[in-house]
C-alpha cells in the first residue's frame, strides 16, 4: 500500500497548500508559451506537457532581478539590498530533469558566499517532481546518469498511476514530507500500479564525453570549428537551459540615484568576454561553443562534482538551426570509438 | 533528374572548376521534418545537399561571416525569393559584392519545390517582380487586421504581454541577413544607451529598436519569427513596417541591387502626410 493522491481531488489539494500559505505554482500555457506560473484552478495546469518550454529556473534565478537601490547625495551614499521576500512556494508538475537543475545549481550558488536571492527562494520552495510517461526526441536525462524518474532536486515524487486516475505519492525531504500535512485528508492508501516511465535512449556516452574533454590535446582540436560553424551565437540554448547560470551585473538610472540589477548573460555572446581594451579572448563562435560544452561537461565537475547538465534537451528541441548539445556530445563519444 | 539531384550536380560542378569556394545549402537535421545548414567544401559533399520543402530559412544571413567573402573568391547558396531580396539589400548597403554570390534558386508552393531560372541576383528580378505585384501575405494581413480591430489600449496590452515574454536571446538578430551590424547598438556599453535587463520596458526598447531598424529592409523570411524561443509574433511587426512603407512610398525591400534604401533617401513627390 502507497499513499496516492487522486486527480479529481487535485483542486482541494491546491486550496489546501494555498490556506497553508503556499502559492502554488504549475505548468501552464498562456500567450503562446509554456511556463510555470501561480494557479488557483487545476483546470488551468498543463500537466500532459512533455516539458515546459521555459525552465522553473527563472522562478529562482530571473532573467533580470534587482540587487541594490543606491541613492547618492553629496559625499553619501545610501545603498538597499533588494533581497526577495521570503514566500512559501510549491511547485507541482516539475520534471525530473528541471528538479535536477536546481540541485546542480545550488553548489554554484553557494560556493563562495551564499546567495541569499537564489537561497531565499529554494529554501522557501517545495518541488513536487511528476514522473515523465512521455518524452521527445530531444529528451536526453538518461545520457546524463538521470532518468524520467529521477528524484535529484525532488521533495516530493509523484508517479502516475496506470489507470490515470492519480499519482502515487513519495515524500522525499522534510519539506515535502510537511507539503503532505496539510493534504493528508485528501491522500488515500491504494495499491495501483504504476504506468511505465518514459523509456529514453541514452544518445551518447557521458564518460567517454568527459574523458575526452578532459585531455588538454581536446581544448585546441579542429573539431570545434566544424561543429559549431552554423551557430549563428544567439542565447536562446543558454537561456533556455535549467543549469545554465552566468550573469551580468548592470546599474541602471542616473549618476544619482538607480539599481544595480543582475541580468543573464550567455557564453554564445561575443561581448559576454570582450574586455575593456577590446581584446576579446574567446573571440570566435567555435571557442565560445567550445567554452559552453566545457564548462557542462568538464569544468563544473572539476568544481562541483557534477556535470551542469540535466538533460532536458531544450537546447537542442529550440535552436534555430538545429545544432545544442545532444549532436555534439554524440560527435565526441563517436571521436573515441 | 528532380531539382535536387540538379542543383547538386551543379554544385559539385562549380566546386570542382574552382568558381566557387564554398557551397551553403541545406541538409537533413535532427528529426525527420527538420532541415538544417550545411556547409560544403568538396564535390563529394554535395550528397549532403537535400532541397525539399522543408528548406524555408534564409541562408544569406551566413554569407557576413566576417571574412568569409573578403578573398574575392565567390560562394554558391540556395535561396528562396526572399533570400535573393536579402542578397540585393546587402548589396544595396554595399555589405557584399552580388558578384561573389552564386545563387540556387528555388520558391516553395504547397510543400513543393520548384527551381528559379538564374545564378546571379539580378537575373532573378522578374520573380521579385511577380512578388512585390502579388502584394504582402494576405495570410498575415488577415492576422495584423486582428490587431488593427481592437483599441489602441488593447493593442497596447498585447504587446505588453508579448514583450513581457522575451529574454533577450537576441536570437532574433542573430538569424535575420539584415542584422549585420558587428555591434549592435544594444551591446554598446561605454557608455550602455540600452539597457540590457529583460524586464517589460526593456524589452520594449529592445522590440522598437529593431523594428524601427529593420523597417523597409526585412524581407518576410519569418526567420526571427521562427527563431523566437518564447513565441513572439515578430512576423506581425515585420508586416506592419513593411505595410506603411509599401502604402507611403511604393518600396517593396530588396528589389534590386540598386534600390536605395527607404529611410536613406528621399524624393521631391514622398508624402508628407505625417508633418504637420
Ligand atoms: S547552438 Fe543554437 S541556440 Fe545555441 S547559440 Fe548556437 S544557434 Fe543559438
Ligand atoms: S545543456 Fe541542454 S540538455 Fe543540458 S540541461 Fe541545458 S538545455 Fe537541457
Ligand atoms: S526581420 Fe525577421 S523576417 Fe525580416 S529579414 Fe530579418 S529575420 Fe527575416
Ligand atoms: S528572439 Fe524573441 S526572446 Fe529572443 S530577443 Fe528576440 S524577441 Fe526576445
Known amino acids: 500500500m502507497t499513499r496516492i493522491l487522486p486527480k479529481n481531488r487535485l483542486d482541494d489539494c491546491i486550496a489546501a497548500w494555498r490556506s497553508a500559505g503556499f502559492s502554488v505554482l504549475a505548468p501552464v500555457r498562456r500567450s503562446d508559451l509554456s511556463r510555470f506560473e501561480e494557479v488557483e484552478r487545476s483546470e488551468d495546469m498543463a500537466l500532459d506537457l512533455v516539458l515546459t518550454e521555459r525552465t522553473i529556473k527563472d522562478h529562482f534565478f530571473p532573467q533580470t532581478e534587482p ?150 590535446a581536446s581544448f585546441e582540436s579542429h573539431f570545434w570549428k ?49 574586455h575593456t581594451s577590446g581584446h576579446n579572448p574567446r573571440n570566435t563562435q567555435s571557442t565560445r561553443w567550445r567554452q559552453r560544452i566545457m564548462h557542462k561537461f568538464n569544468y563544473y565537475r572539476g568544481k562541483f562534482g557534477v556535470n551542469s547538465c540535466s538533460g532536458c534537451g531544450r537546447c537542442t528541441r529550440q535552436c534555430p538551426v538545429d545544432m545544442g548539445i545532444t549532436e555534439t556530445l554524440q560527435a565526441i563519444t563517436n571521436l573515441t570509438k | 533528374m528532380g531539382i535536387q539531384e540538379q542543383y547538386r550536380s551543379e554544385a559539385a560542378g562549380l566546386l570542382s572548376s574552382g568558381a566557387v569556394k564554398l557551397v551553403i545549402g541545406f541538409g537533413e537535421g ?68 552580388p558578384e561573389q554570390v552564386v545563387i540556387f534558386g528555388f520558391d516553395i508552393e504547397e510543400g513543393q519545390v520548384r527551381a528559379l531560372e538564374g545564378r546571379k541576383a539580378s537575373d532573378f528580378a522578374p520573380v521579385i517582380g511577380v512578388a512585390k505585384a502579388a502584394g504582402l501575405s494576405a495570410e498575415l ?49 561605454q557608455p550602455q544607451w540600452v539597457n540590457t535587463s529583460s524586464h517589460t520596458l526593456g524589452n520594449f526598447e529592445w522590440n522598437i529598436v529593431r523594428a524601427f531598424h529593420l523597417a523597409g529592409r526585412c524581407v518576410a523570411c519569418g526567420g526571427c519569427d521562427r527563431s523566437c524561443p518564447v513565441n513572439i509574433p515578430l512576423r506581425l511587426i515585420n508586416h506592419r513596417m513593411a505595410k506603411e512603407v509599401l502604402d507611403a512610398f511604393d518600396y517593396y525591400a530588396g528589389e534590386c541591387a540598386e534600390q536605395k534604401p527607404v529611410l536613406a533617401t528621399f524624393r521631391q513627390d514622398d508624402p508628407e502626410t505625417f508633418i504637420l
Open chain 1, 226 to 274: 566544424e561543429i559549431s560553424v552554423r551557430c549563428i551565437g544567439c542565447g536562446s540554448c543558454t537561456f533556455l537551459c535549467p543549469t545554465c547560470h552566468c550573469f551580468d551585473i548592470q546599474d541602471e538610472g542616473d549618476t544619482y540615484t538607480g539599481i544595480r540589477r543582475k541580468n543573464w548573460d550567455s557564453c554564445s555572446f561575443p561581448m559576454f568576454t570582450m
Open chain 1, 67 to 216: 540587487l541594490i537601490k543606491y541613492s547618492i547625495k553629496k559625499h553619501d551614499i545610501d545603498t538597499q539590498e533588494m533581497v526577495p521576500p521570503e514566500r512559501k512556494r510549491v511547485f507541482f508538475g516539475v520534471r525530473p530533469c528541471d528538479a535536477s537543475g536546481l540541485a546542480i545549481d545550488d553548489p554554484l550558488f553557494g560556493w563562495d558566499y551564499r546567495d541569499e536571492y537564489w537561497f531565499k527562494r529554494r529554501d522557501n520552495a517545495v518541488i513536487v517532481t511528476i514522473a515523465c510517461t512521455t518524452s521527445d526526441d530531444f529528451c536526453m536525462c538518461s545520457s546524463v546518469n538521470l532518468s524520467p524518474d529521477s528524484t535529484k532536486g525532488s521533495d516530493v515524487m509523484l508517479r502516475p498511476l496506470q489507470n490515470g486516475s492519480g499519482w502515487q505519492v513519495e515524500a522525499l525531504s522534510d519539506r515535502g514530507n510537511a507539503l503532505l500535512g496539510p493534504i493528508s485528508s485528501i491522500l488515500k492508501e491504494g495499491s495501483d500500479a504504476t504506468a511505465s516511465t518514459a523509456s529514453v535512449p541514452v544518445r551518447f556516452d557521458v564518460d567517454k564525453v568527459m574523458a575526452w574533454l578532459a585531455d588538454p
Open chain 2, 141 to 189: 494581413q488577415k492576422e495584423a487586421e486582428l490587431l488593427d480591430q481592437i483599441s489602441a489600449a488593447e493593442r497596447f496590452e498585447y504587446w505588453k504581454d508579448q514583450f513581457s515574454k522575451c529574454i533577450k536571446c537576441y536570437a532574433c538578430r542573430q538569424v535575420c541577413p539584415m542584422c549585420y551590424c558587428r555591434r549592435c547598438i544594444v551591446d554598446v556599453n
Open chain 2, 30 to 97: 535532427s528529426t525527420v521534418e527538420r532541415r538544417r545548414p550545411v556547409f560544403v567544401r568538396t564535390p563529394a559533399e554535395t550528397e549532403r545537399l537535400v532541397l525539399d520543402g522543408g528548406c524555408v530559412a534564409n541562408l544569406s544571413t551566413y554569407l557576413l561571416t566576417e571574412g568569409l567573402l573578403s578573398d574575392g573568391k565567390s560562394v554558391a547558396v540556395f535561396l528562396k525569393p526572399d533570400g535573393i531580396r536579402s542578397i540585393n539589400i546587402l548589396a544595396a548597403e554595399a555589405q557584399l559584392n
